[in-house]
């Protein structure tokens, strides 16, 4: 069984993110998603998800064989156990192919493969659009 792994914030879960899970199936058999803890959210967009991470996770769990919370601080531990074939990236996604690859090979893991998506409608389908969208309609 090849294992597909993804990682993502998936607030606000839109064609985008639907399309960016698609293309990561077709990789393998099995899809799993480690959803965004809340506090890393904040650390890395600067502001509060708009769902939460267990409503995050929930929504997932129609689309993914199986999803997770992702770690507290980062260590990559969770590549390191659930042992990947296939690292999945979206196309705007960090960190980037070159830097994932200087993490696996930091964490001993560099026979996973990574692949970057492409993007689906990006000018429309990106979550800081709809966000700015949203806010312009209230």
Do not use: W
């Not at 058999?29 to 409503?55: F, H, Q």
């Not at 560099?110 to 689906?120: D, F, I, Q, R, T």
């Amino acid at each position: 069984m090849r294992k597909v792994l993804v990682f993502g914030t998936f607030d606000r879960l839109h064609k985008g993110h639907e399309s960016f899970l698609r293309q990561s199936r077709r990789h393998g058999d099995y899809l799993i998603v480690v959803v965004t803890r809340d506090s890393n959210v904040r650390k890395a967009k600067g502001r509060e998800p708009l769902n939460g991470e267990r409503k995050r996770a929930a929504a997932m769990r129609k689309i993914a064989d199986k999803v997770l919370l992702g770690e507290r601080k980062i260590t990559y531990d969770l590549i390191k156990k659930i042992k990947p074939d296939v690292i999945c990236i979206g196309y705007d996604q960090r960190p980037s192919v070159s830097r994932a690859r200087k993490i696996l090979k930091m964490i001993k893991m560099e026979s996973v493969s990574l692949k970057k998506m492409k993007p689906y409608r990006k000018n429309v389908y990106k979550s800081s659009k709809l966000n700015e969208l949203a806010k312009t309609r209230l």
